[in-house]
T-cell receptor, first 115, second 114 residues
Framework: DQQVKQNSPSLSVQEGRISILNCDYT??????FLWYKKYPAEGPTFLIS?????DKNEDGRFTVFLNKSAKHLSLHIVPSQPGDSAVYFC??????????????FGRGTQLTVWP | NAGVTQTPKFQVLKTGQSMTLQCAQD?????MYWYRQDPGMGLRLIYY???????DKGEVPNGYNVSRLNKREFSLRLESAAPSQTSVYFC?????????????FGDGTRLSIL
């Protein structure tokens, strides 16, 4: 049973506009979330994270919003650029409060930014 | 600035053959992980090693074994490959000095089993 869900397998956005990638989770005990970005033939790379004590975290063009009551988080990319075209994974630590580092991953959303 | 290195990058096996995927990290991380990625399935944890000398099963361990050879190296072995094990395999590592440290991934091994 998936504990981290990305229900949109793909998203297409015009360059310069906002990209919004969504992620839902089922386990209310999750207290930290990460987004990874993956290009073809490469491994995922860490993009941005958010702790459950916050509802927003921003890093340049990337902002993650967390709505705990809805068990929902979203990644906003503004403005979108063609180089942002990649698969984006949402993830949450399996072991809450631990340094163990195991992660649940969503199935990913393929973002395509067209000129 | 290698990070996590996986070898080989590609491999084709016949059903029943055995194979060891190699992974090494140069970041002095304690924890290492093996994932598989299948189309539409995201990344699923096969095995992990919290520290040198320890290994534990993840979500999908059947058909695999692992060895944490030393702090740097963590290998994944398929003893008798099956077509269902055709996948892209990723190795990752992370620190254990604090919680919620992001994992660093290698570029994957693309494995096809005929």
């Amino acid at each position: 049973d998936q504990q981290v869900k990305q229900n949109s397998p793909s998203l297409s956005v015009q360059e310069g506009r906002i990209s919004i990638l969504n992620c839902d989770y089922t386990n209310s005990m999750f207290d930290y979330f990460l987004w990874y970005k993956k290009y073809p033939a490469e491994g995922p790379t860490f993009l941005i994270s958010i702790s459950s004590i916050k509802d927003k975290n921003e890093d340049g063009r990337f902002t993650v919003f967390l709505n705990k009551s809805a068990k929902h988080l979203s990644l906003h990319i503004v403005p979108s650029q063609p180089g942002d075209s990649a698969v984006y994974f949402c993830a949450a630590p399996i072991d809450r409060g631990s340094t163990l580092g195991r992660l649940y991953f969503g199935r990913g959303t393929q973002l395509t930014v067209w000129p | 600035n290698a990070g996590v290195t996986q070898t080989p990058k590609f491999q084709v096996l016949k059903t029943g053959q055995s194979m060891t995927l190699q992974c090494a990290q140069d970041m002095n991380h304690n924890s290492m992980y093996w994932y598989r990625q299948d189309p539409g399935m995201g990344l699923r944890l096969i095995y992990y090693s919290a520290s040198e000398g320890t290994t534990d099963k993840g979500e999908v361990p059947n058909g695999y074994n692992v060895s944490r050879l030393n702090k740097r190296e963590f290998s994944l072995r398929l003893e008798s490959a099956a077509p269902s094990q055709t996948s892209v395999y990723f190795c990752a590592s992370s620190e254990r000095d604090r919680k919620n440290q992001p994992q660093h991934f290698g570029d994957g091994t693309r494995l096809s089993i005929l």
